[in-house]
């Protein structure tokens, strides 16, 4: 990824930022995810490359200066839901040191374990689609991104963290039946 790819992308999302009235700062990374709001640090942490590569993704041609606008959208939608995040620390940090405690063999195979993990997928949801709800509303307050590009990309960012939820419910419901075999 060049310096200037680079600079038009912290432009596009400085564009958003200041558009919908928001001071949230922005940060280049290069952390693997495209862009992810730290409700911590409140700011929107981007990685060019995995921008450029997550749009590659789609199905349906969308530009890149749309898909930023979009994600950026989704980000100030976790930052207008800061407390909220802020709330679910302890038991995100609960849940956090559950998974280095154990291996994945071990979560997998302990029913309270898993639901643990079940709780995590669960809020990450109810979180993606209160940001993408605020994201909405940002973009209906302040125009920015074409209403039909905007769902098509929400609905391609719901529809991973659903995948990986619905992954392991089904394991979940696995062990538990094992379980209910093994008492019978």
């Known amino acids: 990824m060049t310096q200037i790819k680079e600079k038009e992308l ?4 400085q564009s958003v930022v200041q558009a919908v009235n928001m001071t949230v ?3 280049q990374d290069d952390s693997g995810i495209n862009m992810s709001y730290n409700f911590i ?6 990685d060019a490359k995995r921008l450029v590569e997550a749009r590659n993704e789609l199905m349906l ?5 749309i898909y930023v606008k979009t994600m950026t959208l989704h980000e ?3 930052a207008v839901d800061r407390e909220a995040l802020q709330a679910s620390l302890p038991r995100t940090i609960e849940i956090f040191t559950m998974k280095k405690q154990h291996t994945l063999k071990e979560i997998y195979h302990q029913e309270q374990l898993l639901a643990m ?4 997928h669960e809020m990450n949801i109810q979180f993606e689609q209160t940001a993408w709800e605020n994201a909405w509303m940002l973009n209906r307050t302040h125009p920015l991104v074409p209403e039909e590009d905007f769902d098509y990309i929400k609905q ?11 992954q ?12 209910m075999v093994q008492l019978v």
């Open 10 to 13: 912290f432009q596009v999302i």
């Open 25 to 27: 700062k922005i940060k």
């Open 41 to 46: 640090g409140d700011y929107v942490g981007f």
């Open 61 to 65: 041609p969308t530009s890149l200066e």
């Open 76 to 78: 100030l939608g976790h």
């Open 117 to 120: 993990l079940i709780e995590e």
């Open 156 to 166: 391609h960012s719901l529809a991973t963290y659903q995948k990986l939820y619905e």
């Open 168 to 179: 392991d419910l089904q394991a979940y419901h696995h062990l538990l039946n094992q379980q």
